[in-house]
Each structure stands twice: as structure tokens, then as C-alpha cells.
């Protein structure tokens, strides 16, 4: 299934070791806070209970959508690489 992850941790180390935790599950860094990928719901549910237990008792809003097959061949997007100027 298609997810989206999307964080606010204000610790950098719990931060950066989720962000490994969600490319371990193979997904796709979008944003400096958000990562897209394929996850089973097997695999969501480890990946939550990685991510509660390294964040412990330190603040942090974390979430995980599942998005149907439907609803993500309809989603917008606008991805656009910077393009260099080759006129000098």
C-alpha cells in the first residue's frame, strides 16, 4: 500500500534515526520531513512501534497515511529540478 510519512521531532538525533528507520522500510525521502514509499500494513505498524520506542519520551509528531491505489494515481504533483543556464 501507498504511504506518506510526515514528521516534526525537535531532537536531531531521535530526527535523524527515524529518518534512517523510514529508509530501512524502503521508502522515499520527498522533503526534509516526509518520506512516500510501499508498505504493507504489517510493516506501517513495525515502523510506528521503531519509531514511538527510539522517540521515547521526547516530543515529536509523527504520522502515517495509507493512500488507496485510486487516490494516489489521482494525487497532484509538481516536481521540478533546477535547471541550468547555459547562455554565458
Known amino acids: 500500500m501507498n504511504c506518506l510519512l510526515v514528521y516534526d521531532i525537535p531532537d536531531d538525533r531521535a530526527r535523524a534515526k527515524i529518518a534512517d528507520f523510514c529508509l ?6 520527498i522533503q526534509y520531513s516526509a518520506f512516500v514509499g510501499q508498505l504493507s500494513r504489517n510493516h506501517q505498524q513495525e515502523l510506528m512501534l521503531r519509531i514511538k520506542k527510539r522517540l521515547g519520551k521526547k516530543s515529536g509528531n509523527i504520522q502515517l497515511f495509507a ?12 516536481i ?3 535547471v541550468e543556464n547555459d547562455s554565458a
Open 24 to 29: 530501512d522500510y524502503g521508502l522515499d525521502r
Open 67 to 78: 493512500i488507496c491505489a485510486k487516490d494516489w494515481e489521482n494525487r497532484l504533483a509538481c
Open 80 to 82: 521540478q529540478e533546477e
